[in-house]
């Protein structure tokens, strides 16, 4: 009987997800249409009409993000990705041609800066779901390329204005992209407004151990997330030390990358062999006086208890962390 519940509920929570999708799909598309039926005149019709097509948009958007994000399906999240970028790049070049249709005028700007808006938002989300170095470094390094033309077309297009006969078209086109190119530099650069103000990354210092014998030394030693366990994280061809999961998804694991060496904290199940993370799950275990960490601060304090292990040889887990400055 208990398997037949879960069964029910999870096709309850299914078709919830996709009755979901469905209406926020639908705000998405209603907002874009409002836009298409902007008057021509900036009157308070106009402004009405501009308000409830951003206030779609917020919800549509944000709502969907969050039935994704529940989706541990690998394929689904790959999918979003893409069509995030892409919407993205019709957005951009729908602001554009609102510019170049309406010569420059307020009309134009408007729309295009709320263009321009939305598609910074679905890159950011885009980016934010880099849960691993090598993906971070990718995108990273693709938000960068693309700024530089960005950036030297904005500059040259106003440039250019300026000096041959002043066009509000072309200036209006030219800080369009000049803002984006520094936005993409931006974002490139790690000032995602999409991830925490905590990394989920940290570098152990002065490492000279492999991996193999790091989870050999600390075998013994119990932790917020149980022993340590070597396994598979996806997209890492070399075998990684594992904290957890926890019941909650939340895991740790450590490895090199571009000869340095990290922690890593995430909640990425589909990261992990199935099989071996039931195997390895574990409730979190607090310390002593009953105090655990929040999740974004565990590979911090993992790094220091592998820190403190190369300089002393001693492994003790502790919770005990730097301070972090508001």
């Known amino acids: 009987m208990g398997i037949v519940a879960e069964k029910i509920r999870a096709l309850k929570k299914r078709s919830g997800d996709r009755a979901e999708l469905t209406i926020d799909l639908l705000c998405l598309l209603a907002s874009y249409g409002l836009i298409i039926m902007l008057p021509k005149k900036m009157n308070i019709l106009f402004w009405t009409i501009f308000g409830i097509s951003a206030f779609l948009f917020c919800v549509g958007f944000f709502r969907m993000g969050a039935v994704i994000n529940r989706c541990k399906a690998k394929g689904v999240k790959r999918c979003s990705d893409i069509l995030l970028i892409a919407s993205g790049i019709v957005l951009n070049c729908s602001g554009v041609l609102a510019i170049w249709k309406a010569k420059g005028i307020e009309r134009g700007i408007c729309i295009a800066t709320l263009l321009l808006i939305e598609a910074i938002v679905m890159y950011s989300a885009s980016a934010s779901r880099a849960v691993t170095l090598r ?75 492999t991996v193999q014998e ?105 919770i005990k962390i730097n301070k972090h400055k508001e």
């Open 135 to 209: 993906f971070q470094w990718i995108i990273s390094l693709i938000f960068r390329i693309t700024a530089v033309p960005m950036v030297i077309g904005g500059i040259a297009a106003i440039v250019y204005s300026i000096m041959t006969s002043v066009s509000g078209t072309n200036i209006a086109i030219g800080v369009f992209l000049l803002v984006e190119g520094i936005v993409f530099l931006a974002i490139g650069s790690g000032n995602d407004p999409f991830n925490s103000s905590f990394s989920p990354f940290r570098a152990v210092p002065n490492m000279n151990k």
């Open 214 to 318: 790091l989870c050999n030394a600390l075998a013994d030693t119990e932790t917020q997330l149980g022993f340590p366990w070597m396994g598979k994280v996806g997209t890492i061809k070399e075998e990684t030390i594992i904290y957890g999961p926890t019941e909650e998804d939340i895991f740790v694991y450590g490895h090199y990358h571009s000869g340095r060496f990290y922690i890593v904290s995430g909640d990425d199940i589909s990261l992990l062999d199935a099989e071996q993370a039931d195997a390895h799950r574990i409730a979190e275990i607090p310390d002593s006086k009953g105090r655990s960490l929040d999740a974004e601060l565990l590979p911090e304090a993992y790094s220091n208890m592998i820190t403190r292990y190369l300089e002393n040889g001693n492994v003790i887990w502790s």
